[in-house]
């Protein structure tokens, strides 16, 4: 597509269930990158996948945080056991190899009740 | 880990006025960059900055990397309501590590017509 995509857009979970976010980045971009942004905050980085490479985790703020990437397209990433302190926007972002500047997807408004 | 002071929080400005904040860290970035956000959409990149010293504009915006690489500023002129939003540096750390980018908590930028 034109554009980085994330599903869905708003969600809505009970405290303790496992939520699954999705991205599909640019068509070509070999780089992606998912941030949350807990309300009036900055970016937080989570997680980094280039290529085949090893995926860069230090981001991650606990063993409930996950990440996949099939190849150079779709990432999911997985919160396990939801907290209420995991309320934020899960935001992915796409770029091309030495390329700077990401491209941001709209992302997820995840919302733990 | 390196982190980013932006400043001020927010702005609340009159339209036509001329808009300035800016960023710096304790850390040395190899790329500087700022992004706008409007609100329920992801960043988007205004300007992007690769070398100590370099002055870019992008119409009315004005970005400038600081010799020390350790910050940089952002400059509007003539401000006006579609300018409204939220503005974010980001610094990217030298080569050799993930191309994460490090952003700042953001400026908050209030236009009255």
């Known amino acids: 597509g034109a554009g980085v995509s994330q599903s869905p857009s708003n969600k809505v979970t009970e405290k303790g269930k496992d939520v699954e976010l999705r991205c599909d980045p640019i068509?070509?971009?070999?780089?992606l990158y998912w941030y949350r942004q807990r309300l009036g905050q900055g970016l937080e980085f989570l997680i980094y996948f280039q290529g085949n490479s090893a995926p860069d985790k230090s981001g991650l703020p606990s063993d409930r945080f996950s990440a996949e990437r099939t190849g150079e397209s779709v990432s999911t990433l997985t919160i396990q056991r939801t907290q209420q302190e995991d309320s934020a926007v899960y935001l992915c972002?796409?770029?091309?190899?030495?390329?700077?500047?990401?491209?941001f997807g709209s992302g997820t408004r995840l919302t733990v009740v | 880990g390196q982190q980013l002071n932006q400043s001020p929080q927010s702005m609340f400005i009159q339209e036509g006025e001329d808009v300035s904040m800016n960023c710096t860290s304790s850390?040395?970035?190899?790329?500087w960059l700022w992004y706008k956000q409007d609100p329920g959409e992801g960043p988007v990149l205004l300007i992007a900055l690769y070398k100590a010293g370099e002055l870019t504009s992008n119409g009315r915006l004005t970005a400038q990397f600081g010799i020390t690489r350790k910050d940089s500023f952002l400059n509007i002129s003539a401000s006006i309501p579609s300018d409204v939003g939220i503005y974010f540096c980001a610094g990217q750390i030298p080569a050799g590590g993930s191309e994460k980018l490090v952003f700042g908590k953001g400026t908050k930028l209030t236009v009255n017509p």
């Open positions: 068509s070509g971009h070999t780089a």
């Open positions: 850390s040395i970035f190899n790329t």
């Open positions: 972002a796409s770029s091309s190899r030495g390329g700077y500047g990401y491209t």
